[in-house]
């Protein structure tokens, strides 16, 4: 039911920017393109989500493409505590249940950050 | 501020059995929702209720209930447990509905 594609896992140097892809190529014009992470064994965290522009807080970037088919989140400056399963998220809006949603998560990127 | 907050962390029960968990929300928001995620899955949605509402249900059996409270915390019923039902179950919760939710730490559920 993932309407999101994302490589099942990535390797990236500490100190080093970790660019993690996804593609969603069925979003709807009105879907936002939503990024959590999950630590070992711990809750899903929230790090940033967009529409259309580009977005940038604390904790990271993302970069929407045009045609809003992909996105990428950067990690600009990646730390051993940044190894955790990445996932991107359509958000999926079920206006017949008035205005109800629900994240659907797929496998996420197993992002690991190697000394 | 407080996150959201789950109870208990862990618990073990047998085939059979029912269970209660809980969730208290970030203060302000009105909205829970509850997702399973089991061994090597992401998480799935199970409820969400707004204003004490169900507004959202996953394709989950009648055995999975849940329910709101006045205060805005939520719990989640499991009746005649499987060993399937063995799984880390997550609350999220949001301002109102279509914004950002931000999970609990989760409950692990243990089924023998």
């Known amino acids: 039911d993932a309407k999101t594609t994302q490589p099942t896992s990535m390797d990236c140097a500490e100190g080093r920017a970790a660019n993690l892809p996804c593609n969603h190529s069925?979003?709807?014009?009105?879907?936002?393109v939503y990024w959590y992470r999950q630590i070992h064994s711990q809750g899903p965290q929230y790090i940033i989500h967009?529409?259309?522009n580009n977005e940038t807080n604390e904790m990271a970037s993302l970069i929407i493409t045009e045609d809003r088919k992909s996105s990428t989140l950067i990690l600009p400056h990646a730390t051993l505590r940044d190894t955790a399963v990445y996932y991107c998220?359509?958000?999926?809006?079920?206006?017949?249940?008035?205005?109800?949603?629900?994240?659907?998560f797929g496998k996420g990127t197993k992002l690991t950050v190697n000394p | 501020d407080a996150g959201v907050t789950q109870s208990p962390t862990h618990l073990i029960k047998t085939r059979g059995q029912h269970v209660t968990l809980r969730c208290s929300p970030i203060?302000?928001?009105?909205?829970v929702s509850w997702y399973q995620q089991v061994l090597g899955q992401g998480p799935q949605f199970i409820f969400q209720?707004?204003?004490?509402?169900?507004?959202g249900r996953g394709n989950f059996p009648d055995r999975f209930s849940a329910r709101q409270f006045p205060n805005y915390s939520s719990e989640l019923n499991v009746n005649a447990l499987l060993l399937g039902d063995s799984a880390l179950y997550l609350c999220?919760?949001?301002?109102?509905?279509?914004?950002?939710?931000?999970f609990g730490p989760g409950t692990r559920l243990l089924v023998l």
């Open positions: 209720y707004y204003e004490k509402e169900e507004r």
């Open positions: 203060s302000g928001h009105k909205s």
């Open positions: 069925t979003i709807s014009g009105n879907e936002y």
């Open positions: 967009g529409l259309k």
């Open positions: 999220a919760s949001s301002r109102t509905v279509l914004v950002t939710q931000y």
């Open positions: 998220i359509v958000r999926v809006a079920n206006k017949d249940q008035g205005g109800s949603e629900k994240l659907v």
